[in-house]
Structure formats: structure tokens, C-alpha cells
């Protein structure tokens, strides 16, 4: 989000794709992840039982870039319009911390709300299926099952391709917000 804004002096001054400095943030933070993920890697061949669910996570890793991606065009050209967009985004993500099974599994949240009507948004919340995803491949190595990747697949694309058509109307103005 803020790689655009960081790139906008440059941007007024010559031309090349708006979408660059983006694409190149996520570049770099998914070549950090590869080797963060070699590096796990490595310990669970050492200190650890593996199997093959281990070989899904680069996968995973794609889809969750993907994702992450379109979410991030599209907060990238909001904040360009709209300086407060990224405090909004902090305050969300904390949110969003909490309201993902990141430290608990979703069977306590199941068991405890078993018929709230938000239990079905918290579990077609895309941050979960991720983090359970994630959670049976490493953890329980066990496969997530084709259902779960369909729908990441689906979701991923679909927010990767509604922030790049987004990013693509709005980027012809960007150096004027800038």
C-alpha cells in the first residue's frame, strides 16, 4: 500500500507503470517468504516428521500472494486518493488478527456458536480457509481437501482480478492524488 506512495515524486517526474512499485513490493515480500519457507524447510527435515502435504504450501503460498495482491491494488489506489486509508487498514488488521483462527483452531468457535449467524462468515472468511489450510498441511500434515483449495483458487483469482482492473482504471489519475 505504501509502495505507490512511496514511488509517487518519481512517478511525477517520468512515466512507467503505476503498478511497478506494487508489483515489486509483493515481489519482494514473497522472494523474503521462499526463503523464510526454505528455511522451514530445512528444520522439518531435520527435527521433524514431513509428508508430502508439505509440497502444498508453495502452492498456498501462490494463491495467499495472489490474494494478497488484488487486496493490495486496490487499498494501494484508495490510499493514493485517500491519505487515511492506511490508518484504517492498521486498525483492521488488527481486527482481523483476532477474528482469524491464527492462534486457536476453528472447532473451539464451531463447538462454542454452533448456530450464530456470523459463524458462517467467520468460515468462508478467506483469511481462514488460508490459515487452516496452511495449519493442515504443516501441522496436522494432513491434505485440506480439494473443496478448500477450489474455493481459495477461486477467491484468490477473483480478488486478484477485480484489483487489477481496479488498479487499471484508476491509474491513469494516480499521479495526480500522488
Known amino acids: 500500500m505504501g509502495a505507490l506512495m512511496g514511488a509517487g515524486q518519481l512517478l511525477k517526474k517520468i512515466y512507467f507503470p ?3 512499485p506494487v508489483i ?4 519482494a515480500v514473497l522472494n523474503q517468504t521462499a526463503i523464510e519457507f526454505g528455511l522451514l524447510l530445512l528444520i ?3 527435527l521433524v516428521n514431513i509428508s508430502w502435504t508439505f509440497l502444498l504450501v508453495p502452492i498456498l503460498l501462490l494463491l495467499l500472494a495472489a490474494f494478497s495482491l488484488g487486496i493490495g ?13 492506511s490508518y484504517i487498514v492498521s486498525v483492521f488488521m488488527n481486527l482481523l488478527f483476532y477474528m482469524s483462527p ?6 473451539i468457535v464451531t463447538d462454542l456458536y454452533d448456530r450464530h449467524p456470523w459463524l458462517r462468515v467467520y468460515e468462508y472468511n478467506p483469511i481462514t480457509a488460508f490459515i487452516e489450510a496452511f495449519r493442515d ?11 478448500k483449495l477450489a474455493y481459495l483458487t477461486v477467491v484468490s483469482l477473483a480478488v486478484l482480478a477485480v484489483g487489477w482492473t481496479f488498479f487499471q482504471r484508476r491509474s491513469a489519475d494516480v499521479s495526480e492524488d500522488l
Do not use: C, E, K, T
Not at 74 to 79: E, F, R, S, T, Y
Open 18 to 20: 503505476p503498478f511497478a
Open 24 to 27: 515489486g513490493s509483493a515481489a
Open 44 to 46: 522439518y527435515v531435520v
Open 73 to 85: 491494488m486496490v487499498l494501494a489506489m484508495l490510499n493514493a486518493r485517500f491519505r487515511d486509508v
Open 102 to 107: 491464527i492462534i486457536y483452531p476453528i472447532s
Open 137 to 147: 498441511s504443516l501441522w496436522f500434515l494432513q491434505f485440506p481437501g480439494w473443496g
